[in-house]
Each structure stands twice: as structure tokens, then as C-alpha cells.
């Protein structure tokens, strides 16, 4: 069982680069999500997906897209990236009801030059 | 704007204090989350409250959600070297999560 995983661990990318940042959990959950941590700002919400074949936007979706290729895996994309997009983005994933538990992947470091 | 406003930001104790954190919001959540984050790993669930006016206690951490459920704080006795991390709550309503920016606890020996 491992849980929440994230690809690739840390990447370097030029200011216009794309990419694109893999999620996959085994939970067989139905809700998953990607934030983006930064120092004094906590973790802010990007895109979510509440069930296969849905996606809504966060608080921060500008300059991302996001795919639920399936009940596993959730893609987030950069399509040209910016400076301002160096973070640490997370992955999570949920079962449904109020007092589920949020599993968090261990997090993709990202550096745009 | 955060949803959820978490203070103080940075506390440093030594060995022994105790400590209090706190969240404050002015919107209403179905439940409330505390997480604790070590450096390079993800935020793991601490514990969830639900009702107005709940402690719930785990060894020497404290939880309590305010009445209106707006607010929660987490209090912990006799702190030690390990409870030093990044500690969130994080309001719950619906599908969506709303996290405070997190308090950076140090205990130091």
C-alpha cells in the first residue's frame, strides 16, 4: 500500500518550459487534489477533482491544467512555466465525509529559472 | 487572504513549556483538521473535530473546536524536541479544504 505518490521529486525548468507532475494513489479514493506550498502562505489549493471524470478550480488555478486520467491518477501541467510558479506542490487524495482524512504525497519540489 | 488566520507564526520553547496555537476564521466549517508537517514530507492528519465545543486529547496535545465552529485551538503540554514541525488546521467544507499558513513549532533541548 503506498499510499499517495508523486513524480518526478524535484525538476528544474526555463521560464517557458512545460511539464507535467504525476500523482497516483492507491486508496481507491474518491476526491483528489494539488496545492502549492510556499513559505508564510500554508498550502493553497489549486485544482481538485471530488470524482472520476470532474475538475474544479482552487484558489490559485492560473497558469495550471489539471487531468483525472482515472480513479487513480491526477495529472497537473504547466504549460509554459513562470518564476512565480517555484514551489512545492503537493498531491492528495480523500474518501468522502466531512471527517475523512487528507493523505498527502511526500511533494514535488520545482525550481523555474 | 487566507480563509483560516493561524497564530503565532514561529514559536520557539524549551523542553517542558507548554504551548498554545491558534485558528481563527469567520466562516463556518463542518469539521476542522490539525495537520503536522515535517520538513520534506507531506502534512499527516493529526485529528479531526466536528462538534461545536469538542476536546478531543491525544497523549499531550490538546484539541478544541470553538462553539460556532469558526475557530480551534491546539494546546500541548510538556512539549518535546519531537513536537517540532509545521502545524496547520485546515477547515473543512464539502469537497474543498481550506488551510491556515501554519504555525513553525521548535522545542529545543
Known amino acids: 500500500n503506498a499510499g499517495v505518490t508523486q513524480t518526478p521529486k524535484f525538476q528544474v525548468l526555463k521560464t517557458g518550459q512545460s511539464m507535467t507532475l504525476q500523482c497516483a494513489q492507491d486508496?481507491?479514493?474518491?476526491?483528489m487534489y494539488w496545492y502549492r506550498q510556499d513559505p508564510g502562505m500554508g498550502l493553497r489549493l489549486i485544482y481538485y477533482?471530488?470524482?472520476?471524470?470532474?475538475?474544479d478550480k482552487g484558489e490559485v488555478p492560473n497558469g495550471y491544467n489539471v487531468s483525472r486520467l482515472n480513479k487513480r491518477e491526477f495529472s497537473l501541467r504547466l504549460e509554459s512555466a513562470a518564476p512565480s510558479q517555484t514551489s512545492v506542490y503537493f498531491c492528495?487524495?480523500?474518501?468522502?465525509?466531512?471527517?475523512?482524512?487528507?493523505?498527502f504525497g511526500p511533494g514535488t519540489r520545482l525550481l523555474v529559472l | 487572504t487566507q480563509l483560516l488566520e493561524q497564530s503565532p507564526q514561529f514559536l520557539s520553547i524549551q523542553e517542558g513549556e507548554n504551548l498554545t496555537v491558534y485558528c481563527n476564521s469567520s466562516s463556518v466549517f463542518s469539521s476542522l483538521q490539525w495537520y503536522r508537517q515535517e520538513p520534506g514530507e507531506g502534512p499527516v492528519l493529526l485529528v479531526t473535530v466536528v462538534t461545536g465545543g469538542e476536546v478531543k486529547k491525544l497523549k499531550r496535545l490538546t484539541f478544541q473546536f470553538g462553539d460556532a465552529r469558526k475557530d480551534s485551538s491546539l494546546h500541548i503540554t510538556a512539549a518535546q524536541p519531537g513536537d517540532t514541525g509545521l502545524y496547520l488546521c485546515?477547515?473543512?467544507?464539502?469537497?474543498?479544504?481550506?488551510f491556515g499558513a501554519g504555525t513553525t513549532v521548535t522545542v529545543r533541548a
Open positions: 492528495a487524495s480523500r474518501g468522502g465525509g466531512d471527517q475523512e482524512t487528507q493523505y
Open positions: 477533482s471530488a470524482s472520476e471524470g470532474t475538475t
Open positions: 486508496m481507491n479514493h474518491n476526491s
Open positions: 485546515a477547515g473543512v467544507k464539502g469537497y474543498k479544504l481550506s
